[in-house]
């Protein structure tokens, strides 16, 4: 009898033992090496390893929003699926949040733009030209489409024209598909508008230091509508506008099947007109020449940024929650 409970206990522990190790694989890709590619837009997520000075490579324990939005910020916040709407969500700014709340996403977590923690790591510092104009204009990308590129930069070429005499050098930022258009491309070239690109969104750790490196260099930043450059430009102190024509609906139009709203993705009258009410400042017409970095404070959600240690916690970035998940069967 003795011996079978010795025995009974020795199985306990072997089983134990067995299912700790059988685990182990299992537990390093939930906590060890980011997988979600959207957490790696534009090298944030390299941006947040060095923030926090963790050595080993982590993963975030949720989806971070990758750019400003006047929408949620989600991915895809009509999903019907509840098990997407259970994630956890990294947002930015006070907006988005209630928006994904409206749209039944509850595990959020406000923690600022990516771009305020890549601030704090940037060591370079470009001498500014003045009265220099670097543009961003709106653009596609994989999800989204130009039913006319060359139509549609002609016709913010036209606008940049008519106000070009008032800077002594005008550079455009294109993205990555733009960029890839020769013909797009020689638009610009022709009007001795140099042309840049940051490069492509994906797995692209140089993206924003491609960005700073530009923006750095000049005194005006212009956009047609309001976006994440827009709102970049401004944290960074400068002289920040929105100028030109309106896309509408047969300018843009969404091209990834999937969505449930599968609609166009320009940038709708509806924001455009609230924000142009909540900043009038911003728009060309009122524009007074000069640097309003406390709007970008607000969008990009400079009061919920994190401190390096507060970043660690909210990520579970530490062994000791590695080493619990062995413990906790839920994660």
Known sequence: MLENKYLGKIKLVLMRSYKFFYRFPKRFRRKFWETNEDNKY???????????????????????????????????????IQDVKERKYYLINESNQKKSIGKGFY????????????????????????????LFPLHSHEWVKFSDPVMTHKTYLKEIIKIRHLFKT??????????????????????????????????????LF??????????????DTF?????????????????????????????????????WIG????????YS????????????????????EEELGMNYKKKPKELRKIFEWNLSCFFKSFIDPSN
């Open 210 to 223: 491609n960005f700073y490196d530009q923006v750095s260099k000049h005194e005006y930043i212009a956009s």
């Open 267 to 274: 940038p709708e009258k509806s924001y455009h007109e609230f």
């Open 42 to 80: 534009y090298g944030h997520y390299d941006i947040f390893i060095h923030y926090t000075g963790v050595f080993l490579p982590y993963k975030i324990n949720g989806e971070v929003q990758h750019g400003w939005s006047p929408h949620s910020g989600l991915i895809d916040p009509n999903t019907p």
């Open 107 to 134: 595990n959020t977590e406000i923690i600022g733009s990516p771009f305020l923690y890549f601030l704090d790591l940037i060591k370079i510092s470009n001498k500014e030209v003045s009265k220099s104009l670097l």
């Open 277 to 296: 009410k909540k900043y009038p400042i911003l728009l060309w017409d009122n524009f007074d020449h000069k640097p309003h970095p406390y709007i970008a």
């Open 227 to 263: 976006c994440t450059a827009l709102f970049y430009g401004l944290i960074m102190n400068k002289k920040c506008f929105v100028y030109g024509k309106q896309l509408n609906e047969n300018s843009v139009f969404k091209k990834n099947k999937d969505f449930l709203d599968n609609l």
């Open 170 to 207: 005008i550079s455009v930022s294109l993205g990555w598909k733009e960029y890839q258009n020769k013909n797009v491309v020689k638009l610009f070239t022709r009007e001795k508008i140099k042309v840049v690109t940051m490069g492509h969104r994906d797995n692209n750790q140089k993206f």
